[in-house]
């Protein structure tokens, strides 16, 4: 199983972006999909994680502000971010979980700066 992100980049505060994850298996075999942040110096932690009938869960820090999203048809998640802040740079994970073996993206940059 491969998960592969892509789009990210570089926002001004209050700018938005979007990131992509796109898997190499249909994405209905996984329990549920997430991403993941790791600033610098920071500990990895959860943003976003959505379930297989699509119900959505947040992070305190994202919420109201990011939106994640899975396409069954393309294979794909996605986290559109609104209203970035200078604290959301960090490096961007996708995550999966089949079963209770979880399968790790190599990362996106999200860099947000004036």
């Known amino acids: 199983v491969q998960l592969v992100e892509s789009g990210g980049g570089l926002a001004w505060p209050g700018g938005s972006l979007s990131i992509s994850c796109a898997a190499s298996e249909r994405i209905f075999f996984f329990n549920t999909m997430a991403w993941y942040r790791q600033g610098p110096g920071k500990e990895r932690e959860l943003v976003a994680s959505i379930a297989l009938n699509g119900m959505p869960t947040y992070a305190e820090s994202a919420m109201g502000r990011f939106t994640i999203s899975r396409d069954g048809a393309k294979n794909t998640m996605s986290l559109q971010m609104n209203s970035l802040k200078p604290e959301d740079t960090a490096m961007y994970y996708c995550?999966?979980?089949?079963?209770?073996?979880?399968?790790w993206g190599r990362g996106i940059q999200v860099t947000v700066s004036s």
């Open positions: 995550n999966g979980k089949i079963a209770s073996r979880l399968y």
